[in-house]
C-alpha cells in the first residue's frame, strides 16, 4: 500500500472511532518548507526548483531561476510575495533596506528555503565582509566596470588565499558551523552597467572568484543616452551589450543574470545564455495590482452612476 492510501486509511479509520496506531510522524524536511508553506496557501511551486540545495549548483545545472526584487524593508513582503519564485533580490544599494531590515529578510528566506541574492551598496571591503556575514546565497556588487574593481570585490568578499575577507560572522558561526568559510558556496556577482563594463566584461568574467555577470538594463539606457522607455532589444548598442555580456560569462564558464520584465524579453535572455532572471520587484508589484484593483472598482461605480444607480 502506498503511503498516501495508508494516511487516508489510517485517517477513515480515526474518524470511525477504531482506535488503531498512528503511522510514525514523518522526518521533518526543512528544505521544502519553502514549498509546503506555498502550497498551503494555494500557490505555485517555485518555477524551476530542482535537486540542487545551493544557488551555484543549480546555475551548473542548467537551470534558470526566476527572482523578486525586493525594495520595501519589511519582513512580511517576503512572507506574502515571495512563494513560486526561485530567488528574493534584497535591494541593499536603491531600495529602502537598511542592515537591519536585510537581516530580518534573510531569516524570513531562511525559514522558508528560499534563494537570496543581497546587493550591498559600495565596493568597501570592510563593508562587503559585513554583508556576506549575513549568509545570503549570493552578493551583488554593483557598478563594476574594470578588472581592477573587480579583483577588489573578490579581495573582499572571498576568504584567504583568493581574497583578504575577515573570518567571523557569528550567524554563519552559529548556523552553520566555524568551517563555513571553507564549505559554503556564495555566489559573487557583478553587475554590468556601463559601456567601460562591456568592454572589460571578457576580464571581470575570468576573474576568479566572480560566478555572476548581471547586465543592468536601466543603468546601462542611462549611460548610452538611450531613452529609459525603450525596449532593450530595440535598440542595437544596448541589444549588443546585453548579447556581449551573456558570452563573456559564457566563455568564461561563468554565469548571466539580468532583468527581464515580460516573458518575451525573458525568452531572449535565456536564448543570449542567462539564467538568473529577475522578474520585477515588490513596489512596483503592488502598485500594479493596487491601480488594477481601484480602477475596476471606479469603472464598476461609473457604469451604476451612469444607470442611474447611486453610490
Known sequence: MKRDSMHRGFESLGQTGNRQAKPPPEEPDTGNLHVRVCERLGRQRPS??????????????????????????????????????????????????????????????????????????THEPGLLGLYADIGSSAIMVPLVNS?????????????????????????????????????????????????EAVEAAEEIAGMEGIDVLFFSPADMRVRMGIPLGTPILEHEQSRSAMRRTAEAARKAGKYAGTVAGDGPLAQAAVAMGYQLIAGGGDAAFLRAASQTRLNELQTALSKNKKNGRSR
Not at 59 to 74: D, I, K
Open 48 to 121: 524551476l526548483l530542482g535537486s540542487g540545495t545551493t544557488m551555484k549548483q543549480r546555475l551548473a545545472s542548467g537551470q534558470v531561476l526566476l527572482g523578486l526584487a525586493q525594495a520595501l524593508p519589511a519582513a512580511g513582503i517576503v512572507e506574502s510575495m515571495a512563494c513560486g519564485w526561485d530567488f528574493l533580490w534584497i535591494d541593499g544599494q536603491h531600495g529602502q533596506i537598511d542592515y537591519n531590515a536585510m537581516l530580518d529578510c534573510q531569516r524570513t528566506a531562511d525559514s522558508l528555503g528560499l534563494l537570496t541574492m543581497l546587493r550591498a551598496p
Open 147 to 195: 578588472v581592477e574593481e573587480a579583483g577588489r570585490i573578490v579581495e573582499g568578499l572571498r576568504f584567504p588565499p583568493l581574497g583578504n575577507r575577515s573570518y567571523g560572522g557569528g550567524r554563519l558561526i552559529l548556523l552553520e558551523g566555524p568551517e563555513y568559510h571553507r564549505q559554503r558556496e556564495m555566489v559573487v556577482v557583478a553587475q554590468i552597467e556601463s559601456v
